[in-house]
């Protein structure tokens, strides 16, 4: 990077508030929620408009310089950390929601909306949008790193709610992938391979969003089994029976200890579902019954549901602040949080596995899975400065990739590759490795957006 | 092409009743289901397996020859019509069920099983396949133009529906796309790029399907409206009501009669709904109930229900029987289906301009609409040796495209690029097209898969 020239020639681009090489802002850009080392960029930047990004995409390209694009910085796998330095593109000037269009169940955004932002925009229209991955990250950074979540049984994953994206290459070129109708057979599929690429073939400057209308009925239930294996196999029974489950999500006895330590519940301390459906209200009622009747054949201790908003509430923000009770129940300490995710009838074994992976590594750790996508991640606690831990960590996650690879799954389900997965990319996909590198050739051919992400050149 | 030496290494590869170029075998592979001129490739070959697809293809590349995969030919764009001549995979000798998942949801086929052939096998394990275009079409085939049809607006898109694909690469090279895992963040998505790719990337030697259980309860009917409008703004209605409907169909006033005539039927001849729900009894019961208020607030004229699969049979039978119906009161004349598909709430202004188009033409034409999704049909009646006849044809498609476009739409929803959408390709997707060339230049460098479709190298 020649800082001098580049640095004078973006603030001429975009405005000199607006690009700071300040070693704060470097700082606050430096990480992201993992266990990851930090890592400082040469420079921020804070475009407002598609053309400001082109032009920095044009200057990076005239100064052979590395561009990353960072939407909040809650990646959990150094998705966005500037190894390279470079630019950083930080989104959260472009944070407005374009369009909403109730008839067409679409919104058009910036990428620097968060989700909550744009559940309340949407809200007025008796529309909501799918997909929650917990955090309250940015919609651009969600569709980067192809995130999920817990409804993705029903209504999909982030790939799956892109209808079109705006995007600017690494020459400048600025582009969109879809177009606005609900399918289509013309020209080859690039949303699909836009989302979920992290930032390593261009960035986004335009999201069209498909949205759901809220449903007439809502209902939330917990059911506490023996073993993780009765409970995995009544999801299995729930889905066959064609149930049209919500969510369903599985925590295990030491989370659930963890859960009710940190949200002051009494919940049943044994491996639990936490289950929600959708629909009308007649409709409901029978798959609840239908629920209880499956959920029974698999030894359930104890069913309860709950109809009123603010008791739903209350579950599931028991479930979403598991990941939070182990950060405060071991102060001092970092988390890293596995992704695996495996065909369904794999993934009692697989659980069985990890338990035994956590038990032996001697580190503290729960599970907590979106057991309808045969999702599950580790919640694991480790002392970043002791590399006895993160050996012990890295072993643990090495074992249930390796379970999950021989078994048709994959090393993410919804965190992506980043840093953290890039080693288990060659054993996953073989030789489709090199198709995904040709790809990433043709795009990015100085290999300058995000690298070391995803893919190498070579 | 060299036919002396690449059709004895042909005969080497696979053995010599596999490799033909019988006048007859030619020329039942040189059309489709289209309008579209067939052409006669030099030589069909009928690979048993995935290795001799492998050595095909590096015949191919050694012989810098053209290769075009060949399912069923019920494609309507002229999608493999082989007008460079070449090789022409045959995949009908690759036509077993591999392996059925229950608990998965999942079913691995080779690329010759066709749709019926495979929900037969499903059945019994109380499953079926969604995807259901109206032609008995092969799995690789309805995966390499990413079909649709009835059941995407519940169930999903073709692309939707694969989890996985063997893939054979222009060198040789043998790869998957996907995994088994119901999620992934791994990697690039070559799942989406592949499906929809006519050929142009690669063959399909063996998919991983997404299957669904047989629904509890189906409930199909039949809704009669005095407007086209009135009819689209019901299935806006049904939709924001949040109610899973199943599938709607629009038929328009003259298909109506078309169907009436064949199908010995005595439905009311105007704009008429098909539709279908699927769910449990209590829960259908309440959507046809609302559904009920909901079509009476748009004029519905006439509304009504069947729950028994025999006559539930009859009404798919005479809505999929549209084009036949057409082409059976056209003796001597064939038929260009056009395909585009908009938002939704552009759909009645298009199809009330589709309309007009047809009238000014002078041609006989209806028009069927999967109009859940925003996508209909016109039924266009040509005598293909009448140059007036497909001057005005194309002008009805000119049309159409043009109105699609320029309102966010596709020129194709379901049926692919082909030859017959390849010059709207430049408007539809501007500067994307060159991404889709850099994508295709990166894995066919020679252009010598199925050329002339979708996209040029130059």
Redesign the interface.
């Known amino acids: 990077m020649n800082p001098m020239g580049l640095f004078e020639e973006l603030e001429k681009a975009l405005s000199p508030e607006r690009v700071t090489n300040n070693e704060t802002i470097l700082e606050l850009h430096s990480k992201d929620e993992s266990y990851h080392t930090p890592h400082l960029p040469d420079v921020v930047v804070f475009p407002e408009n598609t053309e400001e990004v082109s032009e920095i995409m044009k200057l990076a390209n005239k100064y052979e310089t590395v561009v990353v694009p960072f939407g909040l910085g809650s990646s959990l796998e150094g998705n966005m950390i500037p190894y390279d330095q470079g630019i950083m593109i930080d989104f959260s000037m472009m944070n407005k929601i374009l369009e909403v269009?109730?008839?067409?169940?679409?919104v058009k955004v910036q990428p620097g909306v968060t989700r909550t932002q744009l559940d309340k925009a949407l809200k007025k229209h008796?529309l909501f949008f799918s997909v929650d991955p917990g955090a309250d990250a940015t919609l651009g950074g969600m569709a980067a790193?192809?995130?999920?979540g817990t409804t993705?049984v029903k209504y999909g994953?982030m790939?799956?709610n892109v209808r079109d994206l705006e995007v600017v290459?690494a020459d400048g070129?600025?582009?969109?992938?879809g177009?606005?109708?609900?399918?289509?057979?013309?020209?080859?599929?690039?949303?699909?391979?836009f989302?979920?690429?992290e930032g390593t073939?261009g960035c986004f400057t335009e999201l069209t969003l498909k949205v759901?209308?809220?449903?007439?009925h809502t209902m939330a239930g917990r059911a506490a089994f023996s073993s993780v294996e009765d409970a995995v196999d009544a999801v299995?029974g729930i889905?066959?029976?064609?149930i049209?489950v919500a969510r369903v999500e599985l925590v295990d006895e030491q989370s659930m200890k963890q859960i009710n330590w940190f949200s002051e519940t009494t919940y049943a301390e044994v491996p639990t579902l936490f289950l929600e459906f959708h629909?009308?209200?007649?409709?409901?009622?029978?798959?609840v019954d239908?629920t209880r009747e499956i959920v029974s054949d698999f030894n359930c201790k104890e069913l309860s549901f709950e109809t009123d908003t603010a008791a739903r509430n209350r579950l599931w923000d028991a479930r979403h602040n598991a990941a939070y009770a182990y950060i405060h129940g071991n102060p001092g300490k970092r988390q890293m949080v596995t992704?695996v995710?495996?065909?369904?009838?794999e993934l009692a074994g697989a659980i069985k596995d990890a338990r035994e992976a956590i038990e032996n590594s001697g580190l503290v750790g729960g599970i907590v899975g979106h057991v309808?996508?045969?999702?599950y991640h580790i919640l694991l606690m480790i002392d970043v400065n002791n590399p006895s831990d993160i050996e012990k960590a890295n072993q643990v996650n090495e074992r249930i990739v390796g379970y999950?690879l021989t078994?048709?799954?994959?090393?993410?389900?919804?965190?992506?590759?980043g840093v953290g997965?890039k080693k288990?990319?060659e054993q996953?996909?073989?030789?489709?490795?090199?198709?995904?590198r040709?790809?990433?050739?043709?795009?990015d051919p100085a290999g300058k957006l995000n690298p070391g992400k995803?893919?190498d050149l070579d």
Request: net charge negative; glycine share 14%.
């Open positions: 269009k109730p008839e067409d169940f679409l008796g790193t192809n995130a999920s993705s994953i790939r799956d290459l070129t600025v582009f969109h992938t177009s606005l109708a609900a399918k289509s057979s013309s020209g080859y599929h690039l949303n699909g391979i989302v979920g690429s073939l759901f209308g809220i449903p007439e299995i889905l066959q029976a064609g049209p629909g009308n209200e007649a409709g409901l009622e029978q798959d239908f992704d995710c495996l065909p369904i009838s309808g996508d045969g999702n999950a078994r048709g799954g994959t090393c993410t389900g919804e965190h992506g590759v997965k288990y990319q996953e996909h073989g030789p489709a490795l090199d198709v995904m040709k790809i990433k050739a043709a795009l995803v893919v």
